[in-house]
């Protein structure tokens, strides 16, 4: 049997005196999708920055194909270098253009030579539309563009694993969409992803998973079909009624 | 009220004489461009040390703590001093010293006494331009795979210098002025080639002289940098709408 690509094992972690994780477990398998549904401040996004090493976890472990990247002797430049997270409000370095926002990664962190990083970067702005928005400075873009370019700039270094951090929340609802469909065909190119959102009709269509997150715990796994149609748990149940009420799915 | 009081003659010819002005221009004027010329090399050698020490003090955790803790007590040290004492220090205090390999000239001495007060100041105003970019850009860059280092270097930094130009630019003011204190070294810039002209001639009409070049420079920076600030708010406000 192979061993899931990412393992969270019994994570915990507190801010000052407020716990915002509490005994997560969760595995990731290889190409799987796994979206992280819960209302704000239920610990979605602190558990991303913990796999990505910007948040230090408190306790527990979490592996990436088996290996401990929460031990103290791992160089956590090397471990983000092996997945790509994008966040809710794009973070695109201002300052630079959208090539130079895609090229930063691989050119100063892999040593790749500026006319291959630039090759790679408008290769892949292509695939997803932005070729002609290469020599732009992002606050030209819309939001949507903006978020694919952030999406972009995280795929240039070739992660084995994406982490979104609801990606789609800080969109005008016309922009959602576009954002959607690039994760679609990041699901269909085989990326194994771990996704945090509040778009419960992507999560149901995308996720091979779903976890239910409330005050830092993982309340409810299961995959969308049983989660969205028969949860098991009361506060599940409750969180996706008030969804269903605000038409949201 | 000045021109028409009784003293107004006599102000004119210890301030004001013509001749005078005439008589002391050459001198002060090549005085003068030393000043400018240990300005320059100066706020070069500021602006470099002053972001190294800035960019130190930045970086975040325990592994960093020595460095901090070196350039925190340097600027706390340094910008508690005044910078006269640090100038006659340096200037006379070292070549005293007579130590073969070191510099002995003063222009030398008073010059890094400048840069060594100054890059105290001006790495406070790096760090304040350091800490107004939000933190979502150093999580952002980090998130990529850079350093700590790199992630200053080619996110934070860049913005971070855009916001402080103006404070920056108040700080080439205040040094531009300052180059003149080296005077106390007995350097020939400047204010004390008018110093020695008033000695000879007991009129303060060199010291005129001397103030209108300064001026000449400080004027238009200061006004610049209103420009300047006054242009980039215009620009935040387009932006944010």
New interface residues.
């Given amino acids: 049997m192979t061993s899931p690509k990412l393992e969270i094992e019994s994570v915990s972690k507190a801010f000052e005196e407020k716990v915002v994780l509490e005994d997560v477990d969760l595995q990731v398998n290889l190409h799987d999708v796994v979206c992280l549904i819960g209302s704000s401040g239920s610990g979605k996004s602190t558990l991303l920055?913990c796999i990505?090493l910007?948040v230090p976890i408190d306790g527990g472990r979490i592996a990436l194909d088996g290996e401990a990247i929460t031990d103290p002797r791992v160089n956590?430049?090397?471990v983000?270098?092996r997945m790509?997270?994008v966040?809710q409000?794009f973070?695109?370095?201002?300052?630079m253009k959208v090539l130079d926002n895609v090229t930063?990664?691989p050119r100063?962190?892999?040593g790749t030579g500026q006319g291959e990083a630039e090759d790679t970067a408008r290769r892949l702005l292509d695939q997803f539309g932005l070729l002609d928005k290469a020599d732009e400075y992002p606050?030209r873009l819309s939001g949507g563009q903006q978020q694919r370019v952030a999406i972009v700039?995280?795929l240039a270094?070739e992660p084995e694993l994406m982490l979104l951090d609801e990606v789609t929340s800080a969109l005008d609802p016309e922009l959602i969409a576009e954002v959607l469909n690039v994760i679609r065909d990041l699901k269909t190119s085989g990326m194994t992803m771990l996704i945090a959102t509040h778009e419960m009709g992507f999560a149901r269509d995308v996720a091979d998973q779903v976890c239910f997150l409330d005050a830092g715990r993982i309340l409810e796994q299961a995959p969308p079909d049983k989660l969205f149609k028969d949860p098991q748990e009361p506060r599940t149940r409750q969180f996706l009624q008030r969804i269903v009420e605000a038409g949201r799915l | 009220m000045v021109l028409t009081s009784e003293a107004w003659p006599a102000v004119q010819r210890q301030f004001f004489s013509w001749f005078h002005f005439k008589e002391s221009f050459p001198d002060v004027a090549r005085g003068f461009w030393l000043d400018i010329r240990m300005f320059l090399v100066a706020e070069v050698l500021i602006l470099a040390f002053a972001l190294v020490l800035a960019m130190i003090r930045s970086l975040r955790g325990p592994a960093f703590f020595p460095l901090r803790a070196i350039v925190v007590t340097y600027i706390d040290l340094i910008r508690g001093v005044p910078i006269l004492l640090l100038i006659l220090l340096l200037g006379f205090g070292v070549p005293a010293l007579q130590l073969t390999g070191v510099p002995t000239s003063r222009i030398f001495w008073g010059v890094a006494a400048l840069v060594i007060s100054y890059s105290a100041y001006t790495a406070e105003v790096y760090r304040a331009g350091i800490e107004s970019v939000h933190e979502?850009?150093r999580?952002?860059?980090?998130?990529?795979?850079?350093?700590q280092v790199?992630a200053l270097r080619?996110?934070i930094v860049?913005?971070a210098i855009?916001n402080v130009i103006p404070a920056l630019l108040n700080g080439f003011v205040s040094l531009q002025k300052d180059v003149a204190l080296v005077f106390v070294l007995g350097v020939r810039e400047g204010l004390r080639e008018a110093d020695i002209y008033n000695a000879r001639t007991f009129n303060y009409t060199s010291y005129v002289v001397a103030a209108v070049l300064f001026l000449l420079i400080s004027v238009p920076v200061a006004r610049f940098t209103d420009w300047y600030t006054e242009r980039d708010r215009r620009r935040r406000q387009a932006?944010s709408t």
């Fill in positions: 920055k990505n910007l956590p430049n090397q983000r270098q790509g997270i966040f409000a973070n695109l370095f201002p300052h930063l990664g100063k962190v892999h606050d700039r995280a270094y | 979502s850009q999580m952002s860059a980090r998130s990529i795979g850079l350093t790199q080619f996110v860049p913005q855009r932006m």
